[in-house]
Structures are given as C-alpha cells and as structure tokens.
C-alpha cells in the first residue's frame, strides 16, 4: 500500500520530516492498519520546530476573474499520481466556475486552465469537491481521477447538489464531465457543504436548521473506474451528536481523510457560546458508521480571534492527521502544529514579502501538491480574487 511505503520513507526521515500546518492525530484511537506506533519525544520535537516556517508569497492565480468571485474557494487533493489539482468558486452570477491547475515539479508553477463555468445551474453559498478515487491506499487499476463538485441549491430547496468531472491521467490535458448536477436529497442545508472520501465511502455534510451536522454517505464502487459512484447508493442523512452544552455550531464544516493511521476522518466545525462569548473550533471522526462524541481543538492564543469556518487537508506522506488553518479577524491567515495533545501552537502563515493581509472569508486547503513532504497549499479571497500559499520546502527553500 501507498501509506506505507510513505511511512517507511518518513521513518528514514527521522529528524529531517517537514511537516507544516496542524499536524492532528486523535491520541483515544488505537493506531493499528498500518502497524503504526505513537510519534517519539524527537518526532514530536522535529515537528514543533516546523512551526512558523517560511512560506511562498501569497499569490494571485494567474487566471483572474473578472468581476471577482462571489464564494470562498474550494479546493480538491489531488491523488497523488492524478497530475492534476482543482479550484472551484461561485462567480458573481451564482454560477460555479473551475480552475484546472496540472502538477509539475517543485519548483515549477502549476499551468492554469483559466476559469471553466460548471453549466448554468446557479447556486448559493460556496462548493465543496472530493477527489473519488481517495488519496491513499488504491492500486493504480482503481484510480479513476473523477472530481466531485457539490453545492446548495438556491431557496426555497437548499438542497445538495452534485456534478462529477474527470481531471486525468496527467495526459489528459481538459476536464471531461462524468455526471451533471443532480440531488443527493430532498432535505434543506443552512451551511455550504464538506464533502471526502474515508475507506471507499463518499461524505457530504452540512448543517441543518437544527444547528446538527447531517452527513449523506454512498459507497463507491471502487473496483469500476468508469463509475464509481451510483446514484442508488446514497444514504439519507445521519445525525452527528449534539455539541457540548452551550456549544451551538455555526457556519460551514470541514472534512480531512486521515483514515490511513487513524482508521477514521475527521470533520471539524466553528461553534460559538454566550456569557462569555467565545467562538472555539471542535471535531467530530468518522469511522465508517458511526461518529465520536465532539472534541475540542485548543483556543487560539490571547489576541487572535477566529474570524472564519475551518480549513482542513491532509499531506499525503505526513500521515498522522489533518492540518487545519482559518482566518482571524485581523484578515491573516493562521495554522497550528501538534500531535495528538502535545506541542500544539498557533501562528500566522509566514508569508514572504508580508502577503498575508487583507483577507477575507474562509481558506481553502489541498495537501501533498507535488508529492512533496509538508506541501498544503492554503488559499484564500482578497478582494474578490484567489490567493494562494505554500509551504517553503526544508531542503533549498523557496
């Protein structure tokens, strides 16, 4: 299997692992599917100093829109072979629109396809996009390099919708549309989606008017390339358990696959209480069929306040978690380090050039853009456009 090649590799490592962003293993669950141990006190010091590591400058896609774009962005993790990762954003006119960018060698820049509409069906809030063929563990005989987009119809639905485009093998140079939009449902969302693939099973959550998270799920039919995902498999939506008292969630979730150590995904949402008022980031896990009670992540420190839902992606050769970033309410963009309870810390994104300024709404994440250790790209809106930031490599910089 894929993850565990990568795991020999990180144990040669040793010492030298890059890992940026909020590295998250849940210390409860028994890692065993990949015979695993707990991190070493080295590890987890290895780890901390990668904490306020340098980044690239944020950047502007090459591709602006014009207009600006009305949505926070989505981004999609590539498969680690499928040459390509994805943007998608609402435009102005509620429609979604995609940028198609193709993987290259560090330390290229990725091409753009330019900002391709996803037909004319309108949509509100932002959308969400899974990669079908998961991250990790399929053989290259199962990888089908199918994209699904999925977004909230406009009132009075505000159903979930889903579109399915093809963006691969790396010879494939244009996306190829596998399904146009559908229902999952007939049930109404008050949030944008989270949508992941855990283990061959396909997750789309959200909020209700309850304030409960709702989670559809399908099993994909892995073993057929040409259509793993059948409509006949969704599920209604299961109810996650209620917050912690006087927890009420709010805003958007999001979703990380870090099934490979923890036999589980993990999907995060912002929740805020009264008297006194604070707004905290908790997680639930998924393990297939049922959900954790709530966790909490740790507050940010004194004098950063979240200003934005989660982000949340997963660096495909670091296996131990998630990393997750938002945006605080001075408009930088923060991240945070730390392994199971230990070492964690949080700090903003130490962008060349001072670039992280200015932004607004909710990040994006993608992981393991070139198959590089530690490469989770974050990107963000400022002033109706995307930006975007990656991690400086350990070894030459940037």
Known sequence: MKHILNHSVDGMLGSARRRVGWSLAIAS?????????APSSESIASEQQAIGGNWRAFGQTSSTFSGGLASDPAVCDAHADSGAWVAFGRAPNNKIYMNFFQ????PQVPAESGWLKQTDTTFTLKPACAALDGLYDAPPSEWNYQKIIVARSPAPNNRYMYRIVKLGPPSQS????????????TA???????AGVINGQLLVCGLRSDARMWCYRNTLNLANPAAPLSAANWLPGLQAPALPSPWVAQGDPAFADTSPWTSQAMIAIRATRTNPSQTLFFFTTWNGSSYSPWGQFPAPPSGVSIGSDPAMSVDIINLWGATLAFRGTDGKIYEGSGIGTVGWSW?????AGGTNTGFSGTPAMAGSLN???GENLVFARKSGQYWNSSPCPQFGGC
């Open 29 to 37: 669950v028994a890692i065993t599917s990949a015979g695993c141990s």
């Open 103 to 106: 993987k290259v060698p560090f």
């Open 174 to 185: 244009t996306p190829v549309t596998i399904q146009n939009w559908v229902n999952i449902g």
């Open 188 to 194: 109404a969302y008050v949030s944008a989606p989270a």
């Open 347 to 351: 700090s903003a994104i130490n962008a």
């Open 371 to 373: 198959g590089w250790e």
